[in-house]
């Protein structure tokens, strides 16, 4: 009877006795939380550049950038607009009239939708538009169909992170030209279409310091042979949360531009960014 008892006691305090809890999940790290707070939220961005010079020579530059991208569990959109104006006087000579030359004229407007089928893949369409006067370049008209690959996505504990994303596409433009300098002049309108290979990889030294790089390739196989390579390298400091200074050095090049225009152009210019 006592053993009886005894075991009995046992089976009750072992029935009585609290299970396991299961031990907590780590705190998230400080870019855990703000990745967390940007999910399905506009990530814009607003860069300005100018330059202004006055004396025996006048020049003028002004260039404007405005970024937007929202990322959802199934969709990424993203917003682009780009601005150049520079003008520039020579050095005056007795006797000769005042003139004033346009050296860059040139706006663009990209429109990008990603459905994503997992975290890595996804596929796109894309529209958009271009202007740029001193190569001649009136107006094109873009539209682009294709896969996205996202290699990896890391972010760091210090705030930093590290992105690649490669993309397969087919991309048809329709170019209408005019000679705006230095006589205006209509040109013939060209078209263009065939896959384009694309690359965007960001580093961030950490949270202060990024890195980005963007190269796009298009050979076209309509209306003779035609290839356009376009490459830009951005390095953007922090000064404040919001504020930053962003270094961009541009190279396009194509193959068969306008009538009298070069084929490569390169830029580099220097403005102050803002992040809402």
């Known amino acids: 009877m006592a053993e009886a008892i005894e075991l009995l006691a046992k089976g009750i305090a072992r029935t009585a006795a609290p299970a396991e809890q299961p031990a907590p999940p780590p705190p998230a790290t400080p870019a855990e939380k703000k990745e967390e707070a940007k999910k399905d939220v506009w990530d814009v961005t607003v860069g300005l550049g100018l330059i202004f010079i006055t004396g025996n020579a006048s020049t003028v530059t002004f260039n404007g950038l405005v970024t937007a991208e929202r990322k959802t569990e199934d969709w990424i959109y993203a917003v682009r607009a780009t601005g150049v104006y520079g003008e520039s006087r020579p050095p005056e000579v007795e006797g ?26 996804s ?12 190569k001649s370049v009136e107006a094109r008209g873009i539209g682009e169909a294709g896969i996205g690959l996202i290699w990896w996505d890391l972010k760091r504990k210090d705030g930093g992170d590290s992105f690649l994303r490669t993309d397969l596409a087919f991309r048809y433009a329709r170019e209408t030209r005019f000679q705006y300098y230095p006589t ?9 279409g065939g896959p384009r290979f694309g690359a965007t990889f960001r580093y961030s030294i950490n949270q202060d310091v990024a890195l980005l790089e963007e190269i796009s390739v298009l050979p076209s196989l309509i209306e003779g042979s035609r290839l356009l390579v376009g490459n830009q390298t951005q390095l953007s400091v922090k000064l404040t949360k919001a504020l930053a200074v962003t270094t961009t050095f541009l190279l396009q090049y194509d193959s068969s531009p306008a009538e009298g225009k070069v084929p490569t152009d390169t830029s580099l210019a220097v403005s102050a960014t803002v992040t809402f």
């Open 184 to 192: 205006r002049m209509d040109l013939p309108d060209v078209s263009l």
């Open 96 to 121: 000769a009239p005042e003139t004033s030359q346009v050296v860059a004229l040139n706006a663009a407007i990209q429109l990008r939708g990603d459905r994503r089928f997992n975290e890595k893949i």
């Open 123 to 134: 596929g796109y369409l894309l529209a958009g538009a271009e202007t740029d006067h001193v």
